[in-house]
């Protein structure tokens, strides 16, 4: 048992990789934000004690008025819980994508949102790489029926020619996602392309959210669905290269599991 | 290839499932949420007014005011990018918690944020799968030396009750981290579990996020260690869990499509 096995020495080394890309990452962090973070933050408070000079508004006062403001941000952005801002809301919970842009107040909404997050992560996880498999197979599919057209020789459609084709298509929903959302939210481009790639990666931190402007959660239907369209075929196209990249890493250690067992049978 | 096969029967009760529970989540959300939404909006948009006339502040230095607030909550939460706030950030990245308590200002940083994610959250989610397994592996093994001691006639442990060990686990992983969370940071027991679930499953809203209080990113170096071991820890164990009950559900139509193409052949 003590033995170092494969797949302990494969765990490690998992560890070690890990833990200096968070260092190297912490790293090349630190170096590029905190000048700016320095810089940024006494130009806003020298604007924030400027403001509060010119009204001489006192401590107290000040204190209150910040907290009120970080409360009301998502309220000035819209209406959040009507039927579709629900939807919103909870197709960011079952992706993981979670932007935070509202959340629950009450407990009960709490409370629902963790027993509603416990069933839902694990069957969107399910529905997306099942999906992604069969978009896999469907390319496969069509590579053959276009080397046939052209009548190829060689009609064999490999492994790589799918990532070739996943990964292209992943460019370009990424793309084209970022062109639409910098029309719709005036976003510079590289700012919009930073968000569809935080979104479909389910980081969603959540400093640029979709719908958040001029009510168009509520109002702008074709906008709405642009945007939940674009997360639910985005995350497909992801995971239609996940299925085919990193699934076979994920059982690397229970596959050579099963085989030690059988050996040692 | 267009008849009905198991695989995509599979993937179409998948889709028509995750839609259902959208819209049944959409419409609870909506029915716990909306009122309370439209009373405290009016609450905080009065509390707004109020000080508004107090000090007879214009719209546009309102406004101008408001944008300030929003930009310097992560400033008084602290200084965010030098080292330890950095490696906290990357950690979110990497593992797509993403709070998005403090993200990148610099169009570098952003840029750098993109590359580091792509390769890092496929690393970190093998990193924790390899480590879930071995996880198991003990477990399996500890469960054995237990039955072995109290000398029971029957030696065998099942999935099953490694998946109870794990269950218990994470269970108490979630129990005393909200205990200690609540003691850091001053929360309610519920809240402060609503934060260690909503971290651990990755969603990762950024409404309560620890370290963000009193420079403890900076200071309190054993807070710090306990909220990133909390994180790893946490996840490993829920990684554990899932390299039992989901991970088969993942491979289950790349199976079903090699078993077909051994039958066709
Ligand atoms: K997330
Ligand atoms: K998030």
Redo the contacts with the bound molecule.
């Keep these: 048992m003590m033995k170092l096995k494969r797949q302990n020495v494969r765990t490690l080394s998992l560890i070690v990789c890990t833990f200096t890309y968070l260092l190297v990452g912490a790293a090349i962090f630190d170096a590029l934000e905190s000048e700016n973070e320095v810089k940024r933050r006494d130009h806003l408070l020298s604007e924030e004690n400027m403001l509060r000079s010119r009204y001489n508004i006192t401590d107290e006062d000040f204190n209150f008025l910040r907290r009120n403001v970080e409360r009301t941000v998502s309220y000035y952005a819209g209406i959040q819980w009507k039927f579709s801002g629900a939807f919103y809301f909870a197709l ?1 919970v079952v992706t ?5 842009h509202s959340t629950p107040q009450t407990t009960g909404g709490k409370i629902f949102c963790m027993f509603y997050a416990l069933a839902g992560i694990p069957l969107c996880l399910v529905m997306f790489q099942s999906v992604g498999e069969r978009l896999n197979i469907f390319i496969t599919y069509a590579l053959k029926q276009i080397r046939k057209c052209f009548k190829l020789h060689n009609q064999e459609v490999s492994e790589t020619h799918v990532i070739l084709v996943t990964t292209q298509l992943s460019s370009l929903v990424l793309s084209m996602g970022a062109l639409m959302f910098s029309y719709y939210e005036g976003w510079r481009y590289l700012e919009s392309f930073y968000y569809c790639f935080i979104t479909l990666t ?5 400093d640029y959210v979709a719908l958040q402007k001029g009510e168009a959660l509520q109002q702008d239907v074709k906008y709405v669905i642009f945007s939940i369209v674009f997360i639910l075929f985005g995350l497909t196209v992801i995971s239609a290269e996940m299925n085919l990249l990193v699934l076979r890493f994920l059982t690397m250690n229970t596959e050579d599991e099963r085989r030690d067992e059988l050996e040692a049978a």
């Design positions: 960011t993981a994508i979670g932007y935070g389910t980081i969603g931190f959540g």
